[in-house]
């Protein structure tokens, strides 16, 4: 059965740290890996991986993705209150398949 | 606004009613999918639709659940005697297919209480 991994479940930081979250997914017919940022309703998209080990950036935020070992990262520099949110990823095939997700919280 | 939007935003229903919910996809996108979403837990695939065809349904998805989309546009997803169990919030995303793309625009969701 197709499952998505996400690590750590919950992390607590302070301002300007960098954190690190993971997503280990194991899937038939893998096509892409998409993360997303929920605050307090619905997901807002923020990366879409197809290709392993190409970096995709925007502002403090990257993510990368590793088809041999069947994970993806998603780190965020300078983390700001902001950033205080549930980060998810997901795998589509049929279905989207959506991880737990990691509920970062981020303290001034 | 552009985005998805579903009706209502919040629903409170007592156990064993029937309740309806609409979603309205972003107009160009072809694909609709439903999702219900627990506290702590990410959003649960349960069906999606390629303009009026329910192409996937979720093999977890109760016979009192149904969804349809009859002219390819707007959707609604049907929770027949609800039980307390279904109290989620119920999300809607919808997408374009082909090309690879499977970026998803969700709604802001409708929470449901059965009480």
């Known amino acids: 059965e197709d499952k998505v991994v996400q690590s750590p ?15 280990s997914y194991e899937v038939t017919n893998f096509r892409s890996l998409l993360w997303y940022k929920q605050e307090k309703k619905a997901p807002t ?21 590793d ?16 950033d205080s949110a549930v980060y998810l990823c997901a795998v589509p095939n049929n279905d989207m398949r959506f991880g737990a997700g990691t509920r970062l919280t981020v303290k001034p | 606004d552009t985005g998805v939007s579903q009706d209502p935003r919040h629903k409170i ?3 064993g009613q029937n309740v309806t919910f609409r979603c309205d996809p972003i107009s160009e996108h072809n694909r609709l999918y439903w999702y219900r979403q ?11 639709f390629q303009n ?7 093999r977890l998805l109760s016979d009192r659940f149904s969804a349809e989309r ?27 297919s082909g090309g690879g793309s499977y970026e998803q625009y969700f709604g802001p969701g409708t929470r449901l209480t059965v009480t």
């Open chain 1, 45 to 65: 998209f923020l990366f879409m991986l197809t290709s392993s080990g190409i970096e995709k950036k925007s502002g403090r935020l990257s993510s990368i993705l």
């Open chain 2, 70 to 96: 009859p002219k390819g546009s707007f959707s609604t997803l049907e929770i027949q005697r609800t039980e307390q169990g279904d109290s989620a919030m119920y999300l809607c995303a919808s997408s374009l």
């Open chain 2, 38 to 48: 627990t506290l702590g837990q990410g959003p649960e695939f349960l069906t999606y």
């Open chain 1, 9 to 23: 479940l919950s992390l607590v930081v302070h301002e300007g740290d960098t954190v690190t979250l993971n997503c």
């Open chain 1, 67 to 82: 088809k041999k070992e069947l994970f993806s990262i998603l780190n965020i520099t300078a983390t700001q209150t902001g």
């Open chain 2, 52 to 58: 009026e065809a329910q192409l996937e349904k979720s």
């Open chain 2, 13 to 15: 229903t007592k156990r």
